[in-house]
Structure formats: C-alpha cells, structure tokens
C-alpha cells in the first residue's frame, strides 16, 4: 500500500492542468442492492494508507465516527464510510485511508482500495439528480470507466462536516456586514460541495453581499462569459458587474486554476479580484494558485478569515471606483 502512493509529492504537479488523481475504494456489498459500488478520493487529500489499527472507543461520538487512533503520537478520528453513506455492508473495513485536508486528519474505514486513476477534470460530470437523491448529497463528481464501472467522487467536506461538528454556529459569529455603500456588490463563486455552497452563503449573507453560485468552474465560467458579452453590449465593465469571483478547487467538468486563468487572461476581467477557497491547502496549492493570478488564498473552513478577505478585497475594489 505504501508503493501505491509513494511519490504523491510530485502529483502535485498535475494541479493546473486540469486534471486529477483518484484512489478507488470500495465499501462491500450493499445489502439494499446487492451490488459493490467504487468511490474515489482525490490522491491530495490522501496522507497514507495502512492496515487498519486498533481504535480506541471515544465517547459522545457521532454514529459513523468508530473511535480514535494514535498516529505518531497524534489522535486522529476514524469514521466507516460504509456506515456513514448508509450501506449495510458486512465485510470487514480493514483497510483505514488517512487523509489530511481542511488542517483536519482523519481515517476512512473501506473495504479495499484498488488502484489510483489519472483523469482530467473534463471526465468528471457533476452527477444526476437521482444520484445525489439517492446518496443524500454525498456524491459530488462521477465518472465511467470501461466495462460500465460507475466511480463516485464523495463530498469529503460533508464527511467532515457532519462527523467532527466544525459547522457550529460560533464560526459565524461577530461577522459583522458591509455598510450601505456596499452592498450592490455582487460575488460570483463557484464550489461542488454542497456544505462548502452553503458556507460561503452564510458567509456572504452574514456580510450582506449578493451572490451567484454555480456548481463547478465550467458552469461559473459559463455564467461569467454571459455577463462580459452583457457588459459589451451595454457599454459597461465586467468589474463593475462582477465584484469578485470565489472558487474551489477541485470540481468537474473545470477546475479552479483554469477557471482563474481564463478570468485573468481574458482582458474583459481586468479588475476582478480572484480567491481560491480550497481544503486543498499546501503550499504547493497555493503557489499554483498565485501562478494563474489569484489575488488570495483562504484554506476552507474558515469564515471569519473568509468574510475578512472578502471585506478587503470588495472595498479595495469599491473604493476603486470613488
């Protein structure tokens, strides 16, 4: 296992080329249709993958969370996917995949892991609506590999989210909102996961900001060409439509380093202030992000550091125009 992922270091170098590195995994049968569905993770997420070790009982845990490990010396949380997404599998989780991401650690129990996938962004489809229905949101990507083979993309951050309580209401207060002379501003931002859309919601709300939110870079950038052609016709600038863009990540179909290199290439976004938004927080995430232009980086989830980007950035932006 540790030749698997040996050399994760250099994948990094894949980050702005639009594509990705999955680690499949399955869960076991699941018994509600008799099939062993794949899932996937991104390898950047991925610290290490061991055997699963002896995990000591913690109380007042959320259902999925199993208990806590010790690795080199640091407790870290372990939660069974295969009980957290619902199905009811019976074959041992022995394998345990620990990632690090959000400034969080953590162990995913699964069944097995399979091999790791080099994708572009492209292959990756946001998935249908039966899909999420049926997964409870927990799907945020999906992607078909020969034979018919269904691979799913987890929404890790909703894992996090609901099985370590960081989305306590505390995170959110003493956001204080933009005067009066703020608030026409309007932010475009762009994310997959659905936890993560409604944190920048709460955040933006918190601050009084209006929004426009789409599902992945593809369709932000869609949205973004529609309001630069508007802009055009009417004699306008983009920067005086669009106030600042926020983006992910990793997502389908467009990742954000290319939705922020097509903004900052595209002379019709002069102005426009650019943040990367990301769980994906190592440096080497970050310098990427400054190579294709973006102006600042704020690790997920953070919403006081967000809302205070965001505050220096759109009045930078606002006091621009006075």
Do not use: C
Not at 207 to 222: D, F, I, P, Q, T
């Amino acid at each position: 296992m540790s030749e698997l992922l040996k050399n994760i270091d250099a994948r990094t170098k894949l980050a702005g080329t639009n594509k990705l590195e999955i680690l499949l995994f399955t869960l076991g049968v699941d018994q509600r249709t008799g099939r062993r569905e794949t899932f996937g993770i991104n390898v950047f997420k991925v610290r290490e993958v061991m055997r699963t070790p002896a995990i000591t009982a913690a109380p007042e845990m959320p259902s999925a969370v199993e208990g806590m490990v010790s690795l080199r010396g640091v407790l870290v949380p372990v939660v069974d996917l295969a009980k957290y997404v619902g199905i009811g599998a019976d074959t041992p989780r022995d394998i345990m995949i620990v990632t690090e991401y959000n400034g969080h650690t953590q162990g995913f129990l699964v069944e097995a892991v399979d091999t790791i996938l080099r994708l572009d962004w492209s292959q990756m489809r946001v998935p249908p609506d039966m899909l999420v229905a049926n997964m409870g949101g927990l799907v945020t990507a999906v992607t078909e590999l020969p034979g018919n083979k269904l691979v799913m993309m987890l929404d890790v951050e909703k894992v996090l989210s609901e099985t370590t309580r960081y989305d306590d209401e505390f995170m959110f207060q003493n956001i204080e909102p933009l005067d009066e002379s703020h608030r026409e501003l309007t932010v475009y931002f762009a994310d997959d996961s659905s936890v993560a859309r409604k944190q920048i919601i709460r955040t933006l709300d918190a601050l009084g900001v209006r929004y426009v939110s789409a599902v992945n870079g593809r369709a932000a950038w869609e949205e973004l060409k529609k309001v630069a052609a508007y802009a055009e016709s009417s004699g306008r600038k983009v920067k005086d439509l669009v106030s600042l863009v926020l983006t992910d990540v990793e997502m389908p179909e467009m990742d954000g380093y290319i939705l922020t290199k097509n903004i900052k290439s595209d002379p019709r976004f002069e102005g426009v202030p650019v943040i990367m938004h990301s769980s994906l927080s190592g440096m080497s995430n970050q310098s990427l992000g400054k190579s294709v232009g973006v102006d600042e980086y704020v690790p997920k989830f953070e919403p006081q550091r967000l809302a205070t980007t965001l505050r220096r950035l759109l009045k930078v932006k606002s006091d621009s125009k006075e």
